[in-house]
């Protein structure tokens, strides 16, 4: 066994053996424990398991990667705009209003809000984009595994789905929440000491956001010298109108998301999720503002160490990373030297899923730096996955057997459907992970244009028009999420390989299902039966500050008690 491979099973075994602890210690026995944490997570803790569930293995693994060689540097700033902003979205549109609302889950809200036909859809559509995304970090969790432990994809992935099991089923969203907190202290430290020590070693800044700029002119000279274009040239490979769509996709997408809005329902009140909203940006920013120079420092030393080197020269993490099948390199023309070259003359092809991985070992890092990153890309994929399994399991056990199957389920009944959707729910994940669509974050980008078409318009004209119907809900959430799963599946390279419509990318046409979504909603709301009185002025009432007597009835489950008349003031009384 190598150091590194030592020291990467060190840090794994301590940090799966926290996980199972704090699990163990914060296992549940209610309904509201397993699905919000009984609401009473603080704003601090609660936005670095915000961070945690959100920063999935596509934001860890793979996104340097996808900035510096899929997309060339320029274009992959979709992800960086995109992923960000959401959040932005989120806490400015529909984090509190959501919270005030007061329901378990997304589908919880759209049943209460519209009706039951809306919830089934809403349920449809959760577990769809749930599955889509978990795919992508279990297979993050194989590509760790498969590295630095020497063991086959498949086994790893079964693995992360043994520990998964072990504390999202006993701990539910209590369980999942402070592990996700310990999960953020791992990865974000495991990010953030390579970039600022390889920051130090090339540029003398140790601050990795500002050191990074120093290297963007001979960046740009080296990729000219090879044939490519400048790695700051804006679209050489993605045009103005894809980098428009893939990042409002991504950023609708974002605030979209089930998984990460009934993270605001653990929070203690409406200000605390707002401020929980505060404290996952700051959280987020921390490795969303080291990504970029992570992405510039690796394809230097990639360029640098790799490009023109006799394939007998090679240092040792390109060995080891072509050993794993990860790294492959054909020496088409025979000279026994590495051609590093654009399109098809190229001989090397680079996973952009080890980028981040391989980072402390092309810079010469030691090995407790390797396995640390190890470890925070197995925090960083976990965490996702549990948070997105248990939106997967509330749909089930909350939404369809509690809600429409069977209202008088005992709490115990409740957790155990609940747990055992969960463990359905881990073992087709693990498949996906084993199976997946494409890299690490395509397959989770897809999930984002999915959450865009399918719940954003849904959520915000939910909150923000009173008039919006039920059936104009349902119609909108089948027409955006149907469409865009249709055109996702004609256009992804493995299915269709089609051009699409005018060259528009599968993971940017969520944003034209979203449009879609909420141009039908409109227009079916319009010519369908409107929400009662009472659920109008309740609509209004929560996006004012306090608990009016709406509020306090619908939370207490009797709204429809409330009589108001058309024309009346509601029982809060006049608002100024």
């Known amino acids: 066994m190598s150091d590194i491979q030592l020291w990467t099973l060190v840090f794994v075994v301590l940090t799966f053996g926290l996980y199972i602890y704090i699990a163990y210690a914060s296992r549940v026995s209610t309904t509201s424990g397993f699905y919000v944490a009984g609401g009473g997570i603080p704003a601090p803790a609660n936005g670095a398991a915000i961070a945690a569930d959100w920063m999935s293995a596509a934001s860890f693994i793979s996104m340097a990667g996808i900035v510096a060689f ?26 509190p209003y959501l919270r005030k609302f007061g329901r378990y889950t997304v589908p919880d809200f759209v049943g209460d809000r519209y009706n039951e036909t809306a919830r089934l859809v809403a349920v449809i559509a959760a577990i769809v984009v749930s599955f889509v995304y978990v795919a992508g970090q279990m297979s993050g969790v194989g590509v760790v595994f498969q590295r630095f432990l020497g063991v086959d994809t498949t086994a790893g992935i079964v693995i992360g789905m043994v520990i998964v099991f072990f504390y999202a089923v006993l701990g539910g969203m209590k369980g999942i929440t402070w592990t996700q907190v310990a999960q953020y202290t791992v990865l974000i430290i495991a990010y953030l000491i390579p970039v600022f020590a390889i920051s130090q070693q090339l540029t003398g800044i140790p601050v990795p956001q500002i050191g990074f700029g120093q290297l963007l002119d001979e960046l740009d000279g080296l990729q000219q010298d090879l044939g490519f274009a400048a ?39 409406v200000r605390a999720a707002r401020f929980s909203a505060l404290w996952a940006l700051f959280f987020i920013s921390l490795l ?69 991985l391989a980072t402390p070992e092309i810079a010469g890092l030691p090995a407790p730096i390797v396995g640390l990153v190890a470890a925070g890309g197995l925090a960083a994929a976990l965490s996702t996955a549990s948070g997105l399994l248990l939106v997967i399991s509330s749909a089930v056990a909350n939404d369809i057997y509690y809600k429409r199957i069977n ?25 996906l992970g084993i199976n997946p669509p ?7 980008a897809l999930a984002f244009g999915l959450a865009a078409a399918s719940f954003f318009p849904t959520l915000v004209l939910g909150i923000f028009w009173k008039k919006t119907t039920a059936a104009g809900a349902a119609a909108g959430m089948i027409a955006g999420l149907g469409t865009t799963l249709l055109y996702m599946v004609w256009t992804i390279d493995i299915y269709g390989n089609s051009d699409g419509i005018l060259g528009i990318h599968e993971t940017g046409f969520g944003t034209v299902g979203m449009i879609i979504n909420f141009v039908v909603t409109i227009v079916v709301s319009q010519f369908t039966t409107k929400p009662s009185l009472a659920m109008q002025e309740l609509v209004e009432e929560i996006r004012y500050p306090g608990k009016t007597e709406l509020v306090v009835a619908h939370a207490e489950g009797h709204l429809e008690d409330v009589v108001i008349e058309d024309g009346d003031e509601p029982p809060s009384g006049p608002r100024h």
């Not at 040239?233 to 990460?260: C, K, R």
């Not at 209202?407 to 994940?429: F, K, N, W």
């Not at 494409?438 to 989770?444: L, Y």
Request: aromatic share 10%; charged share 10%.
């Open 70 to 95: 899929s997309n060339n540097g320029y274009a992959g700033s979709v992800y960086l705009m995109g992923w960000t902003g959401g959040y932005v979205l989120l806490a400015m549109l529909l984090a």
């Open 231 to 269: 790695y700051t040239e804006a679209f050489t490979q993605t045009n103005m109108l894809n980098m428009v769509l893939i990042t409002a996709a991504l950023m609708f997408g974002t605030a979209g998301l089930p998984h990460v809005i009934v993270r605001f329902y653990t929070a203690k009140s």
């Open 438 to 444: 494409g890299f690490v974050a395509q397959v989770v």
């Open 288 to 356: 969303y503002t080291s990504a970029p120079a992570v992405a510039v420092f690796s394809k230097f030393n990639i360029i640098d160490q790799i490009a023109g080197t006799p394939v007998d020269q090679v240092p040792s993490w390109f060995t080891n990373w072509s050993e794993v099948g990860l790294i492959t390199h054909t020496d088409l023309n025979g000279d026994g030297i590495i051609d590093y070259v654009p399109g098809e003359a190229g001989e090397l092809v680079i996973n952009n899923d080890i980028i981040v």
């Open 407 to 431: 209202p008088q389920a005992t709490e115990a009944r409740q957790l155990m459907v609940g747990r055992i959707a969960m463990a359905a729910a881990i073992v087709v994940a693990g498949y």
